[in-house]
């Protein structure tokens, strides 16, 4: 509970003022994961054990390592981010292939993961001393040094190659497994991509409209955002995915990134190291959302993620992502999350909102304006601090995220708000979000999303970051059909309506031709 | 408010009169209105689309050489290589040109003594060459499969820069000699009256000039058609590629013509290159093809295998406006008073220091230097067409060699 | 040290980008090139939404008048081995030439080879 104290509280959380907690830097471990099979890894050389069902990164987490990687310029620490593949700081060396995005990468029995991009070792990066120089290296100086030295230059440059952070030539193991990848080539009526709520649901609708449907999913199992939504979703998740699993004329892959729209109307899809190239008559992209970002200083050390990235580590690994959280946040979904990791046994202390409320009264539940009443009352009782109407989040830490320091802002005619900072290993970062609308952009033409007329237009809120600006093209017929939340749905309900809108469209467009 | 865009870009509108009207703000257009302001030419002002350097300029695979296998190409393309050794110093800008050298790999013995034969001519032009057979090509690039290489030419002094770069170096040298640049202006109509340019019209007014410079690479044919004039260009889509960065591997530029292929790491690491098919489409789209994306990735694994296990970051595609010999049109439009052409580039990256000066020298005294004289449009009716061979470029005529 | 990060996958601090800005860098594509932002294995995903942002509040231009940069594929990183991958007989399509359409608009996207800056 915040301003309790626990034992082992240390001298650094004592200067800190206001709220202090001991920070346990071992991630606790959650219920029911323990009763899976136990699978070994090997970590930089040291045997590890994950529980089956692993991703390398949740296991890395339960295991106790904190910094993943170091960027590449300044050689800054860095760990588990996104939680879904998107961002690359949880990039690590995995069975000699570099690059591999841990946090959607199934552990295997005798993985070895190895960190890359620091000297002598990632957890001591002396490279680190590169920021030191960052006074002297705004954006493009290299433009200004040296022009009229060109032997100086070329010398700098070989240097430079050398420490830019960058990962090495992939093992010998790795290159033979590469080279034996194979591809397929895949027809179907209808391909969709992307296995959440709308994708289900469209596929479910364009197989039962007697299409043949060809479902592809980035993950290891069905369900998305939803599934990992405990409070409200899962009950949903699971019936979706049992229908779709058993649905007729309905082929699943799992593990299957669709990467590419090329111009000749395949799609491409990377599942593992193969290459599965679709060319259906009609597509849905059910292909969700990117967190926006919610920038504060040292906002990219270990520690500090997305909600949903937390949230999902909680629910689908049974990890906890730290042991103490502050949630920052500018939209609702914060305060469910918040919720939702008290109930997986992560301690918040205090939610964050940069949004004031109408009455301009901190932690106040009546005057909160969008939050779902029942949900701040239970957060209040659980001893979370509320906090609306922020000027700026400072996180503060060396390897990890050790506390966070709340700037409000300031009200006019009224006495100025204390900053208030909270001792905490873990910040959760919750900013709304924008469409994933990378393959309807390569498919589109003219450089606009094309959307079917038969997708219902989405509310769309305050905090949805503004994608292309979306633009209804109905009479593109080889456009793509959106559902979800790259079509701007907000709940599970719309995914699901949009899904299914989408689904029959794309079997009608399909059994047309 | 209108943003700049770029350092240097002109704040306001374009004035009704210019001395001279530069139709596009690539390096070509950039460069050429530099050098025509160094000469005092009067009042400049290069127009440009959109951004400048959005087209090829910011697009291509930044290679850097001079060793060709006409006394043409060895003329004007090593005067451009010299004026790269000390561009960043007259530019007053770090275009980050690396002397890392560019290996023309030859991959059968058939090609190896072609190489031959063109090492001599390029002896007697003064570059900087030599013949490497394979054990020596194999110590130059370790990562590279010691079956794809018979042997090749090295050419020292050569190697690859930063294409943005070199377009801002440009563009804030001709600023400061008074040259105006507009982006996001388009030309719409180009007035013609007796047989000479009069105006440029564009989306932000009409424009008098009695000189204008088509240097509109991808769109170029479109813009002289506006002034009547037909260009003999066909415009074609490369593709290419950038990986994630890596631990360095590869020193010099590489280019292949067995794999019909050109490739680069960059000083951050990343290894960027593109190829082209056996048998070049006409395209003006540039999205990407599934076709470019595995024949690049087929390509540039044979040459070095270890990269099947290294991640493509980023594929996109540039235009290239080809003639019918693959070398660029450079000079007056004969038809034209006034109209001068400066397109139909395939080496627009590499050639544009020294065709910015020779066009200067053109336009402001009317005479034609002759290492540039080859280059005229009027080529194509003589017959008198650039056998070059060493390109890594298909042409519409079968691959070169 | 204390910065806020934007581009996390090329290290570009908020600083940079006001610098880069100021300097005249202010079109989303040449703020991009220059400061090396959104050329990263995330290709964006994570920054230009809080970038875009940031140059519109900059410039006093609506975030519809500040668009991200075009996004081409491959959406997530693909290794080269997949992309060579060999299969069936059949594996190779005929090119479908694009459509003319979109060469107006196409020719004002903005693209990068984002190589050769010169710096870690």
């Not at chain 2, 789209?285 to 070095?304: E, P, V």
């Amino acid at each position: 509970m915040t301003g309790q104290d626990r034992a082992g509280q240390g001298p650094l959380s004592r200067r800190l003022g206001h709220t202090l907690a001991a920070v346990d830097h071992t991630p606790a471990v959650v219920g029911g994961r323990l009763a899976a099979a136990a699978v070994t890894f090997l970590f930089e050389g040291r045997p590890m054990t994950a529980r089956e069902g692993d991703t390398v990164a949740a296991a890395l987490i339960a295991n106790g390592v904190q910094v993943f990687g170091r960027s590449s310029k300044y050689h800054r620490p860095r760990g588990y981010r996104c939680g879904r593949g998107h961002c690359s700081s949880c990039a690590m060396r995995v069975d000699g292939l570099p690059g591999v995005r841990t946090c959607v990468t199934p552990v295997r029995p005798g993985m070895t993961v190895e960190r890359e991009h620091a000297w002598p070792g990632v957890g001591h990066d002396l490279l680190r001393a590169a920021e030191l120089l960052s006074p002297l290296m705004p954006p493009g100086f290299y433009y200004r040094w040296f022009r009229h030295s060109p032997r100086l230059w070329g010398a700098l440059e070989r240097a430079l190659a050398q420490v830019a952070g960058q990962g090495e030539m992939p093992s010998r193991e790795a290159v033979e497994r590469l080279a034996a990848a194979r591809c397929e080539r895949r027809a179907a009526d209808v391909l969709v991509v992307g296995g959440g709520a709308a994708g289900m649901s469209a596929a479910l609708a364009a197989a039962g409209a007697g299409a043949q449907v060809l479902l592809v999913q980035r993950g290891d199992r069905l369900g998305g955002g939803l599934a990992d939504d405990v409070a409200a979703g899962s009950a949903l998740a699971a019936d979706l995915v049992a229908r779709t699993a058993a649905a007729m004329r309905l082929e699943i892959v799992t593990g299957a990134d669709a990467f590419a729209w090329y111009e000749e109307g395949t799609v491409a899809v990377a599942r593992g190291t193969d290459l599965v190239l679709a060319d259906p008559a009609a597509v849905v992209l059910a292909t969700g959302a990117y967190d926006v970002g919610l920038p504060f200083p040292n906002w990219d050390l270990p520690g500090v993620m997305t909600a949903t990235a937390a949230r999902r580590l909680a629910s689908r690994y049974g990890v906890l992502p730290g042991s103490r959280a502050v949630i920052v946040a500018r939209d609702d979904h914060a305060y469910g999350v918040a919720l939702q990791l008290l109930t997986a046994g992560l301690e918040v202390a205090c939610v964050a909102d940069y949004r004031e409320t109408e009455d301009g009264r901190a932690g106040s539940v009546s005057g909160h304006p969008v939050a779902d009443p029942q949900t701040l009352r239970e957060l209040t009782a659980r001893g979370v601090d509320l906090l609306t109407g922020l000027e700026s989040v400072t996180a503060r830490g060396f390897g990890r995220v050790r506390s966070v320091t709340l700037h409000p802002l300031g009200q006019p005619g009224r006495p100025p708000r204390r900053a208030r900072s909270y001792a905490c290993d873990t910040i959760c970062c919750s900013a709304g979000v924008r469409p994933a609308d990378d393959l309807a952009y390569q498919a589109s033409c003219s450089g606009s999303v094309v959307l079917s007329a038969t997708v219902t237009e989405a509310s769309g809120g305050p905090e949805r970051g503004a994608g292309l600006g979306a633009v209804s093209d109905a009479a593109a017929p080889a456009g793509p059909l959106l559902a979800g939340l790259v079509a701007g749905a907000v709940t599970a309900a719309e995914a699901v309506t949009q899904g299914e809108a989408a689904g029959k469209a794309a079997a009608e467009r399909a059994l047309r031709v | 408010m209108r943003p700049r865009v770029i350092p240097g870009a002109t704040p306001g509108e374009p004035a009704a009169a210019y001395d001279a009207v530069i139709v596009g703000g690539g390096l070509q257009g950039l460069a050429l209105a530099y050098e025509l302001a160094k000469r005092r030419f009067g009042r400049i002002v290069v127009l440009e689309a959109a951004y400048p350097g959005s087209g090829g300029s910011g697009r291509n695979g930044e290679m850097i050489r001079s060793a060709f296998a006409t006394d043409e190409w060895i003329g004007l393309f090593d005067d451009s290589l010299r004026r790269w050794q000390t561009l960043s110093a007259e530019l007053d800008f770090n275009v980050l040109f690396t002397r890392a050298g560019y290996l023309l790999l030859a991959s059968t013995e058939e090609a190896l003594a072609a190489a031959r034969r063109n090492l001599a001519l390029q002896r007697r032009h003064g570059l900087h060459v030599d013949l490497l057979g394979h054990d020596e090509v194999r110590r130059l690039c370790p990562e590279m499969a010691p079956e794809m290489i018979a042997g090749g030419i090295v050419q020292h002094d050569a190697g690859f820069a930063h294409h943005d770069a070199t377009v801002w170096a440009y563009a804030q040298a001709a600023a400061r000699l008074g040259v105006e640049i507009h982006p996001y202006t388009r030309v719409t109509a180009i007035g013609v009256a007796g047989g000479a340019v009069t105006s440029v019209t564009t989306d932000r007014g009409v424009i008098s000039t009695p000189v204008v410079v088509d240097a509109a690479g991808g769109q170029a044919r479109d813009i002289a058609l506006l002034a009547g004039v037909d260009v003999p260009v066909e415009v074609f889509r490369l593709e290419a590629m950038v990986t994630e960065p890596l631990e360095p591997f590869l020193r010099p530029a590489v280019s292949s013509p067995a794999i019909m292929g050109y490739c680069h790491q960059t000083t951050r690491g990343e290894f960027v290159g593109g190829t082209e098919p056996d048998v070049p489409v006409p395209s003006t789209s540039i999205r990407s093809t599934l076709d470019g994306a595995r024949d690049m990735a087929r390509k540039f694994l044979r040459l070095f295998p270890r990269l099947a296990g290294v991640r493509m970051m980023r594929h996109w595609s540039g235009l290239v406006t080809q003639t019918a010999d693959i070398a660029p049109v450079l000079g007056r439009a004969p038809e034209l008073e006034g109209f001068y052409l400066d397109c139909g580039w395939v080496y627009g990256f590499v050639g544009a220091p020294a065709a910015a000066a020779l066009m200067a020298e053109l336009i402001a005294t009317c005479d034609t230097p002759p290492t540039l004289a080859p280059f005229g449009v009027e080529r194509f009716a003589t017959g008198k067409l650039i056998r070059e061979t060493s390109l890594v470029v298909a042409s519409t005529e079968g691959s070169a060699a | 040290m204390t910065k806020t990060i934007l581009c996390l996958c090329r290290d570009v601090s908020e600083a940079d980008v006001r610098r880069a800005v100021a300097e005249g860098y202010d079109d989303p594509e040449t703020l991009k090139r220059f400061t090396g932002a959104c050329t990263g294995p995330c290709q964006g995903k994570t920054c230009v939404e809080a970038i875009r942002r940031l140059l519109a509040q900059l410039t006093g231009r609506d975030l519809a008048d500040v668009p991200a940069p075009p996004r081409r594929p491959p959406a997530a990183p693909v290794r080269l081995g997949t992309l060579a991958a060999v299969g069936d007989a059949s594996a190779v399509d005929d090119a479908s030439v694009g459509d003319d359409a979109s060469t107006v608009d196409d020719t004002s996207l903005g693209e990068d080879a984002p190589a050769g800056e010169g710096g870690p």
